[in-house]
């Protein structure tokens, strides 16, 4: 029973810094993106805005709740709850530190909950957040922006979550593990998994910004052409919890990024335990996230066929090839792996 | 087994939540109705046609999905137990592998993946 109950305690906390980093980073993407294109940003509420987020979300609170007449009700409240409930569900098996070995000899995971098939969870339920994307757009009233949104979305994500189980199959053939926790550790005094697959490395990275629906592949949400795509009849909080989900998944694909290829919290020096672990950790994943945002302030987006034709043609038979490549290198194993 | 408990309770918890605190936002809200207010969005004109086709293209995506998911799902375990199954496991999953890619050959020859 105590691992239910440890894991109630965690999932609290959790879900408090995960809100507080979304709080955050709301506020540093606006005043990042506003220094790239040589504006301020938020500055007038706090430290250099910094309570700009808080005040929003008040804000976001008491907006009133506008509902097309001939949208379906039960859907139309599910859907964002769909969304913001996959989201948090992926982030509980991410490890948030390395695990400690307490004095009794058991080993202590920061993880919410230690699945030992923790990345077959993970594409469970991103595979189940697109539903919360189809039913925002089908059950919309026959509005015509959030539909073609939510199709768009749809197609999006699942196309590109096949890149991404594609690329992350090949750290798992060399560690054979599904366990976060154990693939760090065969890349403990072992080289990086990013240096025998950097294709799948790029492949990842590619597939991440696809999945998390950033730019250069924010389609579903292409301000000029559907406006604000599946959400756009949301209002107040309800339209809130979608870049809090969004937010959300991105901290999670950097995670399991940093976890997969760049050797979770193994530093190139210095290897000094939980606090220098901790600290080599979250300087990547932190790298990660500020990735996409200065994505953001620098590409254009890709047209719709454009995307497709990125993922079916070109990302997949790479990432098929790539999968040839490790089982033939592992068989007749090669120096280096 | 625990694991996983602890995990569903945590995914409902959340859900709870997160339809709770939905719920006090619509408690504190204002509520001023207005026919005009409950109109699908339309940037600013009368809403004409409601809509309810999809394009075809979406169905094609998603049986082609349906087909890499499935190959994906088979190599997962096939990833893990690679050590025990050895060389001719390895030949097997190429074999499996190989079908599946003149699967996407033929999808590409037959114009699946075109989006015009």
Redesign the interface.
């Known amino acids: ?1 105590s ?2 109950i440890w ?2 305690i965690k ?1 609290i906390v959790v ?1 408090l810094l995960i809100s507080l980093y979304v709080l955050f980073m709301t506020w540093f993407d606006r005043k990042v993106l506003a220094r790239m294109q040589n504006r301020v940003g938020p500055k007038l509420i706090g430290f250099h805005g910094l309570w700009q987020p808080l005040a929003d979300g008040v804000k ?11 949208a379906y009700k039960f859907m139309f ?1 599910l859907a ?2 769909i969304t ?2 996959t989201a ?2 992926i982030s ?2 991410i490890p948030f530190a390395p695990p400690v070995k307490t004095a009794s000899g058991v080993v202590f995971h920061f993880s ?4 030992n098939v923790a ?3 993970v594409f469970a339920f991103l ?1 189940l957040s697109s539903y919360g994307v189809l039913y925002a757009g089908i059950s ?6 959030p ?2 949104g939510a ?1 768009r979305e ?2 999006q994500m ?2 590109y ?2 890149v991404l ?2 690329s992350l ?1 090949n750290p ?2 060399m560690s ?3 366990n976060f926790e154990t693939i760090v550790a065969a890349q403990t005094h072992h080289l990086w998994y990013a240096f025998y697959q950097p294709v799948a490395f790029v492949t990842y990275l590619i597939a991440m910004f696809a999945v998390a629906g950033k730019v250069p592949f924010d389609m579903p949400e292409a301000e000029s052409e559907i ?1 604000c795509g599946y959400f ?2 949301y209002s ?3 339209m809130g ?1 979608y870049p809090f989900a969004q937010y959300v998944v991105v901290l999670v694909l950097s995670a399991i990024m940093v976890l997969m290829f760049l050797g979770g919290w193994n530093g190139p020096f210095w290897d000094g335990g939980f606090v220098a672990g901790f600290i080599w950790y979250w300087i990547k994943v932190a790298f990660f996230i500020f990735l996409f945002t200065w994505i953001w302030g620098t590409l254009p987006r890709y047209r ?2 454009q995307l ?2 990125i993922g ?2 070109i990302l ?2 790479i990432t ?1 090839l790539n ?2 490549w490790t ?2 290198a ?2 007749i194993g090669l120096p280096f792996f | 087994m625990l694991e996983w408990l602890s995990a569903g309770i945590d995914i409902v918890l959340v859900a709870v939540i997160f339809l709770l605190v939905l719920g006090l936002a619509r408690y504190l809200a204002p509520k001023q109705h207005n026919p005009f207010k409950s109109q699908v969005y339309e940037c600013g004109i009368f809403p004409v046609a409601e809509i309810s086709q999809f394009n075809i293209r979406f169905f094609v995506i998603a049986i082609m999905f349906t087909l890499f998911d499935i190959e994906a799902l088979f190599m997962y375990p096939w990833a893990l137990d690679f050590k025990e199954l050895g060389t001719l496991g390895v030949v097997e999953m190429f074999i499996f592998l190989f079908l599946v890619f003149l699967g996407w050959i033929y999808a590409y020859k037959k114009g699946a993946l075109e989006w015009q």
Request: hydrophobic share 55%; proline share 4%; charged share 15%.
């Open positions: 029973m691992i239910v894991g109630l999932f879900l976001s609170i008491w907006k009133e709740d506008v509902m097309p007449g001939k409240w964002p709850v913001i409930t948090f569900a509980f098996v919410v909950v230690n699945l990345i077959l969870f595979g919309s009233g026959g509005s015509k922006y539909f073609l199709q749809g197609a699942i196309s979550e096949i189980a594609l199959l798992i053939l054979q593990s599904l406006c756009v009849e107040g909080l309800k919890l719709y066929d497709m034709d079916w043609k997949l038979p098929v999968i040839f089982g033939f592992l068989t």
